[in-house]
Structure formats: structure tokens, C-alpha cells
């Protein structure tokens, strides 16, 4: 199913959008960088469709994304210095490499020795899909593994139309300016570092 965003129903297509990730289906939305895919952290079966529907080896982990600096707070361990500087980078195009604090609610493809990637993208409509989810969404560039990003519907749908079920939602909102990806810093420790990609 597609759906077109607007400035008007972007509250209306964010509970649209929870409604499908708590049914155990995909949500494909536009990031502040490329489209990316949704799912339920917590949710393997759902974990499983995004992995097959991305042809993604099952050794790469996916990130999150999240609503706020407690929303980070409660999933990490992270230092007084390091949530300042979360604050000062936020909402943008960021991905920190943080210690997960508790593992038992995220699928283990959402966690690399113990660390998590968590976002809190400058896109309204994934921090507003957080935000009425409640916790964190798995998430992850909506194309094939190895191909090019997908800036618009068109490119998302060529390349993984075949592999959608009919349940999962596509939320069409328009064509994406190509900017770079999120930047990665590293916080699992006191001071923080960027990671060169």
C-alpha cells in the first residue's frame, strides 16, 4: 500500500505508519538522507521479512531511530558529556555508536558486541512515528543490499516491489534532495569520535 505525504496528514499517516509496525509489517518513509525501512525492533518475524526484503546479509546489524535524548537515555548507557553533545547534533543527520543498556526488547540484528546505533533524524515524520510508537524502530535504507540509495518512491518500489507484501506501507513523500549520508560518531566511551565511512 502507498500513501502520499503531506504537510496536512502527516499526523494521520504517522499512526497509519505505528498501527503497520505493531501489525509486523514494513513502513518505507523518507529520512532527512534517503528512504529507509521501519520495522518493530522487537518484532523477528518482521526483522526476518526486512532482511529478506533487502536480500541484507544477517551479519549486518540494523540501526535505530528514536524521538528524543531520553528515548536514547533509556536503551544506552551514555555519559553527562555525551548527551550534551547528542543535544547540541540533534535532530540532524547523526548516527551514534552507543553500550546498549538492556538487550531483552531488540532483536539481536539491531546489536553488534553490545553496542546499538541510534538516530534522531531531522525528518518530523520518523521523529513523529517514534515518538506515537513509543520506544525505538529498527531501521535501515529502503533498497536492495549493495545497490544505490533510493531518493524517491519510483527507485524504492523498482527495487524492492517483488519482495513487499501487500500489508507492508510505502509513505510517498516526494523526491529527496542527494545529500550525504549520517554522519557516525562513536560513544561508547567518555570521548566521543567520528568513525570515517
Known amino acids: 500500500m502507498t ?10 499517516v504517522a499512526e497509519q505508519a505505528v498501527a503497520t509496525l505493531h501489525a509486523g509489517h514494513l513502513v518505507i518513509a523518507p529520512f532527512d538522507t534517503v528512504y529507509g ?21 544477517e ?5 535505530v531511530v528514536v524521538n528524543n535524548i531520553d528515548q536514547v537515555a533509556a536503551i544506552t548507557h551514555i555519559s553527562t558529556e555525551n548527551q550534551s553533545q547528542i543535544r547540541q547534533m540533534t535532530p540532524g543527520r547523526f548516527t551514534f555508536i552507543l553500550t546498549a543498556k538492556s ?48 531518493y524517491d518512491v519510483a527507485a524504492v518500489v523498482s527495487q524492492l516491489e517483488q519482495n513487499l ?29 567520528k568513525i570515517e565511512r
Open 3 to 12: 500513501i502520499t505525504l503531506t504537510p496536512e496528514n502527516m499526523d494521520a
Open 59 to 63: 551479519t549486518k546489524t540494523l540501526g
Open 37 to 57: 525501512i521501519l520495522c518493530d525492533p522487537r518484532d523477528e518475524a518482521a526483522i526476518e521479512h526486512l532482511v529478506e526484503v533487502k536480500n541484507r546479509p
Open 165 to 193: 507484501s501487500d500489508e507492508d506501507l510505502i509513505i510517498d513523500g516526494g523526491e529527496l534532495e542527494k545529500l550525504p549520508p549520517s554522519e557516525i560518531w562513536n560513544m561508547t566511551g567518555e570521548i566521543a569520535f
Open 103 to 150: 538487550t531483552e526488547n531488540l532483536s539481536k540484528q539491531c546489536l553488534r558486541e553490545g553496542t546499538i546505533a541510534v538516530r534522531i533524524p531531522s525528518a518530523e515524520l520518523i521523529t513523529v512515528i517514534a515518538q506515537k510508537f513509543g520506544g525505538p524502530v529498527a531501521q535501515t535504507s529502503a533498497n536492495l543490499s549493495g545497490h544505490e540509495n533510493c
